[in-house]
Structures are given as structure tokens and as C-alpha cells.
């Protein structure tokens, strides 16, 4: 497979020298793998840390900034952070109201940062934690106990900033991401693998003219595979999963999104299907996002998400927000 790299081991590091030059609004420590908000520590307000593998761009480094995350930890490809790393970025966002932790619900992710919570309220930083876990494809999956963390981390980083930068304390910024969290579920489906620069080759193997239902963002098996079916079929299975475990009776924030190798032509068809699906299922649509926001390196497919909301939600969703990969308001 050919890939704009160096070498694979440099892939990380290189990207991080990138960013650091694209965003001086940023402090990339390329080293010692940290993104943080330039302005950080902001007096007075709550920091949000989240962080993991890399290879899922934007997510997360690319929604540091006023509005969303003061800081982000990634790791290798598909690998956690590791603790050291959210340590430095509590001690560089704490303004001494304290800091929230966004983890995805992968194993490593999870120990890491609970060890970094406890390494962290050593150094006298108060810190809560909120684990997303909003994909309804399978409980326990490959790296995972119990369901994993996919598209619902922008929604519950969004929204959670927004709040944390309206000077929310700790306690309420916690609430209102367990909220989301709680509103939130999604679904995926993979059209084709993904390849990592270290294996250089597809990491599972998907054959011609067949699809997998409810994929994980590293490729970890779904429910089942099945021949290859239009975006219409694909919207109607898709959400109707996500439906027959969450029944919204408020509108929804509904997140179509890219796993790195759909064209955005692809996805803003599938959208129409999708929001078909749901004006068919009487489900009300607040806002709807389109793109490539957490990607699984070069896969081809799709994802899914949908939060409902209620008003002080949608407020903070339409909040300002400026950072690499999400902005609005500012």
C-alpha cells in the first residue's frame, strides 16, 4: 500500500511537527505527545482533556480549542496514551477549578486514564471522568468490555466545552457530559479496511461485494457481514439499530460520519437517506453534521450518531467553537 509517510515509526511525530506548524494558535509538544490550548490555563474555568490512539484525525487533537478541548493526549496508531501524558496536560490546562476526562470505552484508554486521575489529584488537580460508550453494534468487542466509544466523543466534547468555557463548574460540566453520553448512540459499517503504516497492508480482511454491519473504529468485527447494499438499505439498517435502543422523545443531533476514505459526494447522499429514515420513524432533527470527524485511517464507510436534546443542549451545541477540525460561531 503506498502511504505519505517517512517511516512508520515516525508517522506520529511527523504529524505532530505538522499540526504544530499549521496551528500556532496550539502548543504541540511533539515529544512528549501533548496538544494544548496556547492560551491554557484560562482563570476560572474547567479544562477538558480527552485522548487516544491516533489515527481517528480529527479526533481528538484537532478539537483543541476555545469551546471544545483545552488539551489532547494521542497515541500511537490505535494505541492508548499512555498515563505520563495526561498527567502533563492536567498540570497545563488546571487553572485550579479542576479538569474533566473524556474516554472513549477501549480498555487501555480506560486504565490509563484512571491511572492518570489518581496520578494527577497526587500533584493536587481535581479530577472527575466520563466514559463514552454510545456504539449499540455489539456489547463486548475487541478491546473492549462493554460498548465502544465512537462518534458520540464530538458531541460530548462539544458540548461539554462549550459549558466548561461559559465558566460551568466542574460538577456541572460532568452532568452535562454523562448527559450526552446517556442520549447518545451510533453505528457503523466499513466498506473496506483500513490499513496501518506499521502492517502496510489491509488489517482484516472484507471481500469484494461484501460490507461489515457495525464495525468498530480500529476494525473490530460488527454483527454480521453481509453482500454489498445501497445507501438507502444501509441508512434503514443503520438507524433502525440505533432506534431499537434509543427512542428519542426530543429532536436529535444527528452526525453522519466519514471513516477516512468516503468521499464527501457518498456522505451527503447517505445523509438524505438517513434523514429519510428518520422523518419516516417521526424522529424531529435539530442539527445535522456531515464529514470526516472520527476516522479509522483510510477505511471506507460510515457511521451514524444520534443525541437527543433538549434546549440548554442545543444552546451549547450552536455555542462558539474554533478549533483545527470544528469551528462556528467565532
Not at 7 to 13: G, P
Not at 41 to 48: Q, S
Not at 248 to 269: F, I, K, R
Amino acid at each position: 500500500m503506498k502511504m505519505l509517510i517517512n517511516v512508520a515509526e515516525t508517522v506520529v511525530a511527523d504529524a505532530l511537527r505538522g499540526m504544530a506548524s499549521a496551528h500556532p494558535e496550539l502548543v504541540v509538544d511533539a515529544e512528549n505527545r501533548v496538544i494544548v490550548r496556547r492560551d491554557a490555563p484560562v482563570e476560572g474555568k474547567v479544562g477538558l482533556i480527552s485522548g487516544g490512539g491516533s489515527g481517528h484525525e480529527p479526533l481528538h487533537g484537532g478539537f483543541v480549542g476555545p469551546g471544545m478541548l483545552d488539551a489532547a493526549c494521542p497515541g500511537e496508531v490505535f494505541t492508548s496514551p499512555v498515563p505520563d501524558q495526561m498527567v502533563r496536560a492536567a498540570a497545563a490546562v488546571d487553572s485550579g477549578s479542576g479538569v474533566l476526562f473524556i474516554v472513549k470505552n477501549y480498555t487501555g484508554d480506560v486504565l490509563n486514564f484512571q491511572m492518570a486521575a489518581e496520578l494527577a489529584e497526587d500533584e493536587g488537580v481535581q479530577v472527575a471522568s466520563v466514559l463514552v460508550d454510545d456504539d449499540v453494534a455489539v456489547t463486548d468487542s475487541t478491546f473492549t468490555a462493554g460498548r465502544r466509544g465512537t462518534g458520540a466523543t464530538l458531541f460530548v466534547e462539544k458540548i461539554a466545552g462549550a459549558a466548561a468555557e461559559e465558566g460551568a463548574p466542574l460538577e456541572r460540566v460532568e452532568a452535562l457530559a454523562r448527559q450526552v453520553v446517556g442520549a447518545s448512540r451510533s453505528f457503523g459499517v466499513a466498506l473496506g479496511a483500513c490499513t496501518t503504516p506499521a502492517k502496510g497492508s489491509p488489517t482484516f480482511d472484507l471481500p469484494s461485494g461484501e460490507l461489515e454491519l457495525g464495525v468498530g473504529i480500529h476494525g473490530e468485527p460488527g454483527r454480521e457481514r453481509r453482500a454489498m447494499m445501497t445507501s438507502r438499505e444501509i441508512a434503514d439498517f443503520s438507524v433502525d439499530a440505533i432506534l431499537q435502543d434509543l427512542q428519542p422523545h426530543l429532536p436529535v443531533l444527528v452526525l453522519v460520519n466519514g471513516m477516512g476514505a468516503t468521499p464527501l459526494l457518498e456522505l451527503y447522499g447517505f445523509n438524505a437517506e438517513v434523514q429519510r429514515v428518520l422523518a419516516e420513524r417521526e424522529v424531529t432533527v435539530a442539527r445535522t453534521l456531515v464529514g470526516n470527524y472520527v476516522t479509522s485511517l483510510d477505511m471506507a464507510g460510515c457511521s451514524v450518531t444520534l443525541c437527543q436534546v433538549d434546549g440548554e443542549l442545543l444552546r451549547l451545541w450552536d455555542a462558539p467553537v474554533q478549533t483545527a477540525g470544528l469551528r462556528w460561531g467565532r
